[in-house]
Structure formats: C-alpha cells, structure tokens
C-alpha cells in the first residue's frame, strides 16, 4: 500500500537489476528532494576501550554542528549513530550471540536497554541544540531474517521528514524469523530506510559517514582520498579490526555498506569527526579530509 508526502512534490523512480542488486535511478524531478544520511559511529561518540563509557562532549558538539545545518537541507536529513562501547559490549556480556542460549529474551533486552541508553543521550543533546528529532527503533520498524531486514516500515521515516523533523535511528536489537532476535547494526538500519524511501519516490543523495579515523587507510597508514567499488574488494579483506569490543566488523561492514550502496549510485563520504567544524563543513557541501566512495565511473581511485 503506498502512503503520501504530504506537501513534497511527487518523484518519480525507475529500477533495475545489477549484479543481485535493485538499483533506482532517479529523474531531474527528484532535484533537491534526496536525503542526506549521516552516521555518527560508536567510535566517535564512545570510547570503546571502555564500557558504557560516552564522550559527553563530543556528542554535544555534533549536536551543535547539526542544528548549525540542518535546515539547509530542507528537511531531508536522516541521523544515525553506532552503539559502541553501550550496545557492543551489552551483547557481548548478555550473551546473545550465542544461539544455544536459552536466555534469548533477557539477553535481548539487556542489550536493548544498552543501546537505547546511549540512543537517549544522543537524542537529548540534538534537541539541546534545537535540533526537532524524532527517534526511530529498528525493533518497531522492521523484523530480520538471519539478521537482514526483510519486513521495513520506512513511512515513521518519510512521515516525519514531510512535518519538518530529523528522524534518528541506530544499531538494535530486532526480532528475527530465524534466530528469534538479533543484532542489526546501523549500516544495516541505512540500507533498509534507504531502499524502503526509494520504493516510495524518495531517493537518497549522499550518504556521510563519521568515525575516530580520518578515512580509509592504506598499507602506509595514509588516507585514500576516493574509493570505487571495483577497487574496495580486496581492500575490504584488508582493513583490520576495530579497536575495543565491535560485533559488527567495524570499518570492514562500513566499506561493504558503502559499495553497495555506490553500486546504486550514492556516494559515500567515510571521514573523521573528532576535530571541531568537520561534520559542519561536510554537511553544507564542503570538502574536507576522508575517503570518498564514488560508484563506478566517476571515481579515479
């Protein structure tokens, strides 16, 4: 069943099969209609060395560099943000990954409890800073099956962004079909609410993604400036673990997110976020430090 947009212009998307994935393509009618995603991961907005441990801070400044620019982007910008050393370490200590645990339920929402802690935080500080949020759980808005989402309810998203709100998910703990529960990590939310706006005429533009590192490093520990998804495969096996407890991969599930999400043409910007003004800058258009993953074509890299 569709579901309207309230006062935004209808656009209109055609799709495509390549390579197992569903590509939509968007027309000029879409101008200045695409969604800007961002993540905030758990490295930057944690300290992962050390449990249950938030950068108070830190989080209070991106909240600011938000409000600096949110409006600019009319309503069309969708948060997110890791669990890092909240909902990691909740889950590696409750158990839930161990399927022969008959503690399924109390696990679950150990974790659960964990990450909406960390979620509440984040949240509070954006309103703190004027920005309208609007939360958004993955357990209310879709079910997984084996740990990918299949059932996404994406009209809580495109509801609020017609009313004027910043909508602001994260990594949770959803019900599975398979596993009876399971962990679904952040980039896996992105890919769900992405093609599940798509599908209903609501293409996403860009996709930021901001960690403790300044990119995608190279063998020589230097930043590679632009990534294409024929250049990321190999890359991918090479990037090494996560520094503190991380039961996603890391920067090695970011890169994957980000070719596929270039193989359907939107461009990802993987940087830093530790120094003050990055996230500003990267948010009204600027350049700054980080890998850009470009699909296939327009990437030199």
Not at 21 to 30: A, G, K, M, P
Not at 150 to 163: H, I, K, M, N, W
Request: charged content about 25%; overall charge neutral.
């Amino acid at each position: 069943m569709g579901w309207g947009r309230g006062r935004r212009p209808a656009c209109h998307l055609s799709s495509e099969n390549h390579a197992h994935l569903r590509v939509f393509r968007h027309n000029s009618e879409c101008s200045g209609m695409s969604i800007v995603f961002v993540k905030l991961g758990g490295s930057l907005i944690t300290d992962k060395t050390e449990p249950f441990t938030a950068r108070a801070e830190v989080i209070a400044r991106l909240a600011r560099e938000v409000a600096d620019c949110w409006e600019a982007h009319d309503g069309q910008l969708v948060l997110g943000h890791g669990s890092g050393s909240f909902g990691h370490v909740a889950t590696e200590r409750s158990g839930l990954l161990d399927r022969s645990s008959r503690g399924t339920a109390e696990a679950g929402s150990r974790t659960q409890r964990a990450a909406a802690a960390l979620h509440r935080r984040v949240t509070d500080a954006l309103r703190d800073a004027g920005v309208p949020v609007f939360s958004v759980a993955p357990s209310s808005a879709f079910v997984a099956s084996d740990g990918t989402p299949v059932d996404v309810q994406a009209e809580p998203v495109r509801r609020a962004l017609d009313l004027g709100a910043v909508p602001v998910t994260y990594g949770d703990v959803v019900m599975d079909r398979e596993q009876g529960a399971a962990i679904c990590s952040t980039e896996s939310v992105f890919r769900a609410f992405i093609e599940g706006l798509a599908e209903h005429g609501t293409p996403t533009r860009r996709v930021l993604w901001f960690g403790d590192t300044e990119g995608v490093y190279d063998a020589e520990g230097e930043t590679i400036d632009v990534l294409s998804p024929d250049r990321m495969s190999q890359l991918i096996d090479d990037v090494g673990t996560p520094s503190g407890t991380d039961l996603t991969g890391g920067m090695r599930h970011r890169l994957r997110t980000a070719r596929t999400l270039a193989l359907q043409g939107i461009p990802s910007l993987i940087a830093g976020g530790l120094e003050a003004g990055r996230l500003r800058r990267a948010l009204r258009g600027a350049s700054v430090p980080g890998t850009q993953v470009l699909p296939n074509g327009e990437a030199t890299g």
